[in-house]
């Protein structure tokens, strides 16, 4: 993640432990809920396969930022509004959504594109550098829609 100049707020994800320890923890959880329940044993593998896939799924989305439903960077301008890169380099200008959230700990970020979709850019603390979190907070009570 970078600042430039004035007026201009750039985000590039970086690799988050701390989510990545989260996922795996919160999806080891669930395979091993399905210990007690003895379910028979296709529903059980079932389950667990839709599990490994929510896993995989999250992490290339929201660790990697691979996937056509990921956002590599973003960027905000006073002049442009909200811009973002995809995985094929492709630029979108989109709006903010009232629904992005963020804390001292978690950007939580929604994206509408011209077609309608709902694209997020997660970014715990570890992904961001403390001054970049200290302007979001600052644009989204000035500007957050």
Known sequence: ?????????KINPVFSMWLASYLLAIHLAA???LLPLQ???PTSIILAIS?????TYYWKR???????SSVNSAK???????????EGGEVQTVKLSQSSFISQYLVLLCFKTTGNN????LLPEDAMDPGLMRRLRVLMGHFGE
Request: glycine share 12%; hydrophobic share 45%.
């Open 1 to 9: 993640m970078s600042n430039g100049p004035e007026g201009l707020i």
């Open 31 to 33: 395979l091993l809920m």
């Open 76 to 86: 905000w301008s006073k002049e442009g509004g909200w811009q973002i890169i995809d």
């Open 62 to 68: 929201d660790l990697l930022h691979r996937g056509r």
């Open 39 to 41: 379910l028979p044993t």
């Open 51 to 55: 599990i490994c896939i929510s896993l």
């Open 118 to 121: 709902t694209l997020i850019l």
